[in-house]
Nanobody
């Protein structure tokens, strides 16, 4: 059974940084892409960033490009999301997800396992 556990969320001020982590277990983590998604109150869940199975290719939503960096450590079965220059509009619950494809996909349909989420709140 696949388990994804996010950590690193919290309350920060605009302009601050946070690093989210997602530890995976129960499946060959290194064979598949990983992604981060987020859901703000009253909004649908949206794509944030993804990384391919080797960590060599990444894909970002326009809203976070240049501020967020996704990376993975296959030896530790962990994916990270470094978030810099945070804005109040980044406030959301952030979810990591494990795909069944190898490329860095931005489509939620390509992800079959999801974590419980971690709250990120950015105050102005």
């Amino acid at each position: 059974q696949v388990q994804l556990v996010e950590s690193g969320g919290g309350l920060v001020q605009a302009g601050d940084s946070l690093r989210l982590s997602c530890a995976a277990s129960g499946r060959t983590f290194s064979s598949y892409a990983m992604g981060w998604f987020r859901q703000a109150p009253g909004k649908e869940r949206e794509f944030v960033a993804s990384v391919n199975w080797r960590g060599a290719s990444t894909f970002y939503a326009d809203s976070v490009k240049g501020r967020f960096t996704i990376s993975r450590d296959n030896a530790k079965n962990t994916v990270y999301l470094q978030m810099n220059s945070l804005k109040p509009e980044d406030t959301a619950v952030y979810y990591c997800a494990l795909s069944y494809v190898r490329y860095a996909s931005g489509s939620q349909r390509d992800y079959e396992h999801w974590g419980q989420g971690t709250q990120v709140t950015v105050s102005s």
